[in-house]
C-alpha cells in the first residue's frame, strides 16, 4: 500500500466512525439513562433530578434512572461520571459544588471545565438557616450571638467538603468569626435526620430540603439567604434584613462526559428544557421554594460561562477563608 493509499484508508476509517457516531446519535437513547446524583437519596440534589428524571423519561421514551453516589462532598459522583463512557447514557446532576471543589480539593481528580460536557442549568435554590426545633436562640440576632459565644460547641450538619451545606456554613463562620464543630454525612437527607432528631444542632441548606420541615415544625428556622424573602415562607427574613451579609443561591446543572456526541447533548438540552416547563416540575418547585431557569440558561453556554466565572469567584472566597480538604 502507498502512501496515498494508506491516508485515503484512514480518511475513510475516519468518515465511516463519524458517520456511524450520527447514527447511533439518531437513535439515541435506545436504553435506560442514568444520572448520577453525587449525593445520598431523600436530599435535595436528589429531589431536584427526580422531578427532572421524570419527565425527562417521557420526553426520551427511556427510563431515565436517579443513582446516588454521595460522598467526599460530590467529588465521588462527579469522578464517577468524568471517567464514565461518553456515550449520552451516563449523566450528573450537580450544583454549586462543582465550582467550588477545584479550589477546595488541591488533587481533585477531574476538571469540571475540561471533563464535562454542560448540558444545563436547572434551577438556583436559596438556602435557608435552620436549627433542631428545642435550639436555644429564636431570632437570627440572637443566634448569631449564641453561635459566638458557643464557638466549637455548637454542632453543624453539612454534606462534606464541597456540598452547598458547607459552603454556606464557612460563609456564616467566616462572617461571625468563630469556629463551629462541622460533621459531615453523605447529603443533607440524613443530615436533616439528625437535626429533627436532636443530634446536631443546625445546617444552613436547600430550601429543597428544608421547606416542609419549617411548616411542619420540625425544625427552627432563622433566615433565607436570598435577596427577597420566600413566597411559600413569608415570615421567614432574610439574612441581610436580620444583619448577616451572607448571601447564596445554589445553582444546578446537568452534564454529560466530555467527548459526548453534540447531537446527543441536543437532545438531551431539548428534554431538559421541555422538562423545565412541565406544570408538575414547576408547581413542585415552587411549593420547596424554588423555580426552574428559563430555556435560554437551559443551555451548554449559559451553564460552561456561569461555572467558569463561578470558579473564579469561590476560588477567592476559599483561598481567603483558608479553607481545604486534602
Ligand atoms: C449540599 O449540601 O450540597 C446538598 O444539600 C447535598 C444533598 O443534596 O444532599
Known sequence: MNKNTVT????M???????????LAQDYPTKPITVVVPFSAGGPTDTVARLIAEVMSQDLGQQVVVQNVGGAGGTLGAGQVATAQADGYTLLLHHIGMSTAPTLYRSLPYDPTVDFAPI????SVPMTLVAKKDFEPTTLAELMDYIKANGEN???????????SQLCGMLLMDALD?????????????????????QID??????TNTT????????????????ARLGNLPDLPTTAEGGLDLQIGVWHGLYAPAGTDAAIITKLEAALQKA????????????????????AEATPAALTELLTSQIALWKGVIEAAGVYAD
Open 120 to 123: 444545563g442549568l436547572i434551577t
Open 202 to 207: 443546625m445546617i444552613c441548606d436547600q430550601s
Open 178 to 198: 468563630t469556629q463551629m464543630t462541622t460533621v459531615p454525612y453523605q447529603g443533607a437527607g440524613p443530615a436533616m435526620t439528625d437535626i429533627i432528631g436532636g
Open 8 to 11: 485515503l484508508a484512514a480518511s
Open 13 to 23: 476509517l475516519a468518515a465511516g466512525l463519524a458517520f456511524s457516531g450520527t447514527v
Open 154 to 164: 455548637v454542632t453543624y450538619a453539612h454534606a462534606g467538603i464541597g456540598s452547598a
Open 276 to 295: 423545565l416547563t412541565d406544570e408538575t416540575v414547576i408547581s413542585r418547585f415552587a411549593e420547596l421554594g424554588t423555580v426552574p431557569v428559563t430555556a
Open 212 to 227: 416542609s420541615q419549617i411548616q411542619a415544625g420540625e425544625v427552627k428556622a432563622y433566615a433565607v439567604t436570598t435577596a
